[in-house]
């Protein structure tokens, strides 16, 4: 019996393992529920065996399933990086780079740095996707996109990491805050303090919990808001200071007559990474914007 899958089908059985769900799979390639339906019984009929099964929280593989994701994920990305070496040679680098990067380095220097390597590279298409940075680390595992770029806080065992910016957390405040007028701010200090969460934070959020615990504090913030602007306009009407990235939050606090001062602290320097499933499996066209990258390390000049 012939057991030939096509790559269509792979891919939905793919994006159904990962979503949980029929419905969303089909959402997520554009296709209506009963198509994917119909698509993956027939792949169940031509292997013999079930590959999904409906589960507690939604449809779920089977140990089959199971064998199918992990190798269909390493099909898929093969396939990718074959179309896009193929596509190289009609001159230059050329094709296409999906990258995931977390909330943190797309609020900073990361669409600057890739705007100056499309204007070097124009035949390359680069599409920036905003992950969590463990969702990042998640795409990069399964080969969903060929780089991701995340605080090296994360959890990357096993992905080749390149060292790509850093960051330094900063106190932000108004000039009148009692805090002001010190050169270097202890973390433990901000506690006494009301203060302005970012709901979005994600690691740092969870870093500055931690952090206050080890201390025997906790860290209550007077409010939690959805974004850095948000945030830097409720510190600017004098209801509290913020723990902020520099280089994310440096023109805004200018904008705004607020002052930052460098948390005092070792792990108060944040550095992120380029990660990548196998650096030697690259395309061209990926492996050509992970070393651009990687040479921008080191290379942005510190706010005040």
């Not at 969903?144 to 959890?155: E, H, K, N, R």
């Not at 808001?225 to 948000?230: E, Q």
């Amino acid at each position: 019996m012939t057991r030939t899958l096509d790559p269509t089908t792979l891919r939905l059985f793919v994006s159904v393992c990962e979503e949980g769900s029929l419905a969303r799979a089909a959402e997520r390639e554009a296709l209506v529920p009963s198509a994917v339906s119909k698509r993956l019984a027939a792949l169940e009929a031509r292997l013999g065996v079930p590959l999904l099964v409906r589960g507690r929280h939604g449809v779920e593989p089977t140990a089959a399933g199971q064998v199918l994701l992990r190798q269909g994920r390493e099909v898929l990305a093969a396939l990718q990086r074959l179309e896009a070496d193929l596509d190289g040679f009609a001159g230059g680098v050329q094709g296409s780079v999906r990258v995931a990067a977390s909330v943190s380095a797309l609020a900073e220097d990361l669409p600057d740095d890739v705007a100056a390597f499309l204007e070097a590279h124009p035949a390359v298409r680069v599409s920036l996707e905003e992950r969590g940075s463990n969702d990042v680390v998640r795409d990069v595992r399964s080969g969903s996109v060929d780089l991701g770029v995340a605080w090296d806080a994360v959890d990357a065992r096993g992905l080749h990491a390149t060292p790509y910016r850093d960051d330094h957390l900063h106190v932000v405040m108004r000039p009148s805050h009692p805090l002001a007028r010190r050169a270097r701010v202890r973390f433990v200090d901000t506690l006494d303090h009301p203060s302005v969460g970012v709901a979005s934070a994600g690691l740092v959020g969870a870093l500055m919990r931690r952090q206050a615990a080890l201390a025997g504090r906790e860290l209550v913030h007077r409010m939690q808001v959805s974004s850095l602007d948000a945030c830097i306009r409720i510190v600017a009407a004098g209801l509290g200071l913020a723990v902020l990235p520099a280089q994310a939050a440096a023109v805004q606090v200018a904008a705004s007559r607020l002052i930052m001062r460098p948390l005092a602290e070792d792990w108060a320097l944040r550095r992120f990474v380029v990660l990548a499933r196998d650096a030697t499996a690259l395309s061209a066209a990926a492996r050509t914007l992970a070393e651009h990258l990687a040479g921008c390390a080191g290379t942005r000049a510190r706010p005040a």
